[in-house]
């Protein structure tokens, strides 16, 4: 049987019961996996057109539980303390057609109990809302708004993990709109803007700052095969100064290269390379401006029936609270594995590994401070029939940097149970 589609789906990935990003918040800063920044989440687990239906509207409601027993560092200096506390977060995602399109939207609270950090019990708010149509027989539009409401899940905010204690509670938004334009046969233009913005609570927030960054990109692409895209673009970044921290400011201009699909069998995945230019102009000595090449890439590989490898590269640039420095530049490899196990369990371990460097000398020191991180994780999981699974992993994790006091060793363990009404979703994130 052949299938024939002809322009693209509407129909957006819904974030099911079980996403990476459930998981590694699980654990406070910094219990977390070193990886790439956080972007827009996978799908995993889509019920098809099964769920609770309102009207026009499908909901698919899911709920997680996980006791945690991890280190925590979430007080004004980076000496970890020993933490339990249990984790519920039920969720809900939506769908609705609208005109020739598809609305999209979900919500997950995590409500954390028993813990005796006050910082820890704090409830975290994680929402979003997607709008993807086609217009015409040329030109498919995304409209895209996420909104979060944390404390301990720092990632969010810093991709590269410098702010991972002196914690204070945080706002985040990020909008994005994006257009693509079918030019020919296999050529197609594409156009993307947006706008994120951080606000903490505190007058002085401590271990980081309000900042909000302006993104455009345009580029060409080519299908180069039936599922394999090549994409040029060049894109521009603006971080105005930030009240709290001025010399952030930034202007970035780049070009991008990105090939996305299915680049050999069984191996699909992202990647994208590119070279930037930056100016901070109210910053003094190497960190007012940045010239260099950025990076970012996701693959993985089927191995067989019930077996992967994943790998995570990552090189770029993010606002620095540190010093003098308006940026640092963050450099990570993730490699994880996942296998099959005896009684229809299954085996996952990852091995991760950041560095972050920083362009001007530190206080104290004749050179510019560095961070190392290298982590790892083991962990087994089994589906219980269709609707539920459980899982148990272990995480350890080192930080050593040339700074006094900032060299940080946390561990933690974490059992999770999650049921989808309608499906549970991958329990393999």
């Known amino acids: ?20 990003d459930l998981y590694r918040r699980l654990f406070p800063t910094g219990a977390q996996g070193t990886g790439a920044p956080e972007g827009e989440e996978p799908g995993f687990g889509r019920a098809g057109g099964e769920g609770i239906a309102l009207g026009r509207v499908t909901l698919r409601p899911y709920v997680s539980a996980a006791w945690v027993d991890a280190d925590v560092l979430a007080f004004d200096n980076p000496v970890p303390v020993r933490d339990r506390y249990l ?21 997950e ?25 086609p217009i015409g027989s040329r030109v498919f539009l995304r409209l895209a708004q996420r909104y979060t409401r944390a404390i301990l899940e720092t990632t969010v905010v810093d991709p590269g993990r410098e702010y ?40 002085d927030p401590g271990g980081f700052f ?6 455009l990109r345009a580029g060409l692409g080519y299908d180069v095969g039936s599922d394999l895209r090549a994409t040029v673009s060049y894109a521009y970044a603006r971080i105005p100064p930030s009240p709290d921290r001025p010399i952030v400011e930034t202007t970035a201009h780049g070009v991008l290269g990105t090939l996305a699909g299915t680049m050999a069998p069984l191996t699909t995945g992202s990647v994208s390379v590119g070279f930037r230019r930056q100016t901070n102009p109210l910053a003094t000595g190497a960190s007012a401006s940045f010239d260099g090449f950025i990076l970012n890439g996701s693959l993985r590989r089927e191995l067989g029936h019930s077996s992967s490898v994943e790998l995570q590269l990552t090189r770029a640039v993010d606002p620095s609270s540190y010093d003098t420095n308006a940026y640092y530049t963050n450099n990570s490899l993730v490699a994880a594995v996942a296998v099959p196990a005896p009684f229809e369990f299954w085996a996952r371990g990852s091995v991760g590994f950041l560095r972050n460097n920083y362009p001007n000398d530190a206080p ?42 900032l060299d940080v060793t946390t561990d933690g363990f974490v059992v999770q149970l999650g049921v989808g009404l309608f499906g549970s979703g991958s329990s393999r994130p």
């Open 1 to 20: 049987m052949l299938t024939v589609v002809f322009g693209e789906q509407p129909a957006p990935e819904l974030r099911g019961p079980v996403t990476p």
């Open 87 to 107: 984790q519920v977060a039920p969720g809900v995602t939506a769908s609705l057609p609208l005109f020739d399109g598809v609305l999209a939207a979900e919500y």
């Open 109 to 133: 609270p995590r409500f954390r109990f028993f813990s005796d950090i006050p910082l820890v019990n704090e409830t975290s708010h994680f929402a979003g809302v997607r709008y993807e149509a």
């Open 164 to 203: 991972f204690y002196n914690l204070s509670p945080y706002t985040f938004n990020a909008t994005t709109a994006a257009a693509r334009v079918e030019l020919g046969a296999r050529l197609y233009a594409e156009a993307e803007a947006g706008w994120v913005w951080t606000r903490f609570d505190q007058a």
């Open 210 to 215: 309000d900042y909000d960054t302006r993104t």
């Open 364 to 405: 104290g020191l004749d050179v510019p401070r560095r961070d190392d991180i290298l982590g790892w994780t083991a962990g087994l999981g089994r589906q219980i029939g269709w609707r539920s699974w459980v899982r148990a992993d272990y995480r350890r994790e080192r930080r050593n940097s040339n700074l006094p006091g």
